[in-house]
């Protein structure tokens, strides 16, 4: 069974990198403020496991708050980055439909809902408002940088104690690496393959 790419808006151009072989597993990992699909899409490549399928749609370019309401590609809008900044409710309630609407694609091709992972870089304060209906038993891996001069390793600690009282506390592992600031580095996305590799083996 195939679904049709074009009647979900996010995977019309989404950077898609396939599995070697068949693909029993999916990945969807969302990129950060300014970016596109296409960074992200690259740094799997370097970690993928064959039997899964990696998905980096591209985020909308809508004008940001944050950054003097200039055009860019984002999630939803941000008015700033500490915890008490207000938030745009209705962009990120459209950015999870947006992404629900890609699970449900791929469930329809015949991946299972548990065999799917959501991941993302950056812009993941709305991974608060899983708070409606979340799985409670869903595994996180928050990984974060503790030189990050943009989010201060202290505001993803805050998030992983608010992650730990939306889901069950031993699911949630907040790692952070010494020296590294707002990106990733290789331990990391090892990390991230050994998190992927434990959730979606191969069946």
């Known amino acids: 069974m195939c679904g049709n ?8 151009d989404a950077v898609t990198v396939s599995g070697a072989e068949r693909e029993t597993a999916a990945v969807i990992f969302l990129h950060g403020l300014g970016d596109t699909g296409h960074s992200w899409a690259d740094a ?14 591209h985020a909308p370019r809508i004008p940001v708050t944050l950054n003097m309401k200039m055009v860019m590609p984002s999630w939803f809008d941000l008015m700033g980055l500490t915890p008490d900044a207000p938030e745009d409710e209705a962009g990120i309630k459209k950015a999870a439909e947006n992404i629900k609407a890609i699970i449900e694609h791929e469930m329809k091709n015949g ?10 870089f950056s812009q993941v304060s709305w991974a608060e408002a ?11 891996l928050q990984c974060h940088g503790e030189m990050d001069p943009m989010i201060p390793v202290r505001f993803g600690a805050l998030t992983a104690e608010k992650l730990k009282s939306v889901v069950t506390p031993t699911k949630v592992q907040f790692k952070t690496y010494p020296g590294v600031m707002h990106s990733s580095c290789p331990q990391e996305m090892m990390a991230v393959k050994e998190f992927i590799e434990k959730l979606l083996p191969r069946i």
């Open 5 to 12: 790419n074009m009647s979900v808006p996010l995977l019309a």
């Open 130 to 140: 899983a708070n409606n209906g979340v799985n409670k038993d869903i595994a996180i």
């Open 44 to 57: 799997l490549s370097s970690i993928r496991l064959p039997y899964v399928k990696y998905i980096c749609p």
């Open 111 to 120: 991946i299972p809902p548990n065999r799917i992972i959501l991941g993302g």
